[in-house]
């Protein structure tokens, strides 16, 4: 089974910090995924990495960032974090044409 | 514009009471079709996977079905343990990303 870990599961973080949230997937996968989801909007992509340094933006990037400098790794940061940035965070990978594999998520406070 | 509706948004069953739920698409083309299902504060957890249309997946009390526009997930004889968000995914023909419904929250009493 594909193991996607994600660093933290709470963080509580104030407005204007620069944060990193971190992913780790342990089966060599090529993609992997930053989304976040909120009530009533359901999941919506921030950021896809294709390969190690390889990235495109997602449907809502602004205000984000993400780094992919080894294969099994996929940091999301947020520049300055502000309080329209709480959410829970979730982190995903796959391999081709497969399912998406999901960590546990990440709920951030930014307060 | 790629797009996936899946309905009801919530859904109230007593235990051992059958129902479906849809997910329908438009996409400019489908690669694969995702059911995952997910419980409250955690990630999604995979369930099923349809590529073509008439294809069928089982798994215990679901069973996963896909047309040219939709799919279904019926749930027979729902236990409170089958309570969860279900969220519905496409695959596009071109790209890696997936293409998410807002899901359907089911919740099953006793």
């Known amino acids: 089974d594909v193991k996607v870990t994600q660093s933290s599961r709470y963080l509580v973080k104030r407005t204007g910090e620069k944060v990193f949230l971190e992913c780790v997937q342990d089966?060599?996968?090529?993609?992997m995924f930053w989304y976040r989801q909120d009530p009533g909007l359901g999941l919506r992509l921030i950021y896809f990495?294709?390969?190690?340094?390889?990235?495109e933006k997602g449907d809502i990037p602004e205000g984000y960032s993400v780094s992919r400098e080894k294969k099994e790794r996929f940091s999301l940061i947020l520049e300055s974090a502000s309080t329209n940035q709480t959410s829970m965070y979730l982190c995903?990978?796959?391999?081709?044409?497969?399912?998406?594999?999901f960590g546990s998520g990440t709920r951030l406070t930014v307060v | 514009e790629d797009q996936v509706t899946q309905s009801p948004e919530a859904l109230r069953l007593q235990e051992g009471e059958s129902s479906s739920l849809n997910c329908s698409y438009t996409?400019?083309?489908?690669?694969?079709l995702f059911w995952y299902r997910q419980d409250p504060g955690k990630g999604p957890e995979f369930l099923f996977t349809?590529?073509?249309a008439g294809e069928e997946k089982e798994k215990e009390r679901l069973k996963a079905t896909l047309t040219k526009k939709e799919s279904f997930l019926h749930i027979t004889a729902p236990k409170p343990e089958d309570s969860a968000t279900y969220l519905c995914?496409?695959?596009?023909?071109?790209?890696?990303?997936?293409?998410f419904g807002a899901g359907t929250i089911l919740r099953v009493k006793s």
């Open positions: 996409v400019s083309g489908l690669r694969g």
């Open positions: 349809l590529y073509s």
């Open positions: 990495s294709y390969d190690v340094k390889m990235k």
């Open positions: 995903a990978s796959r391999a081709q044409v497969l399912q998406v594999d």
């Open positions: 995914a496409v695959s596009l023909e071109y790209g890696n990303k997936l293409v």
């Open positions: 089966m060599d996968h090529e993609n």
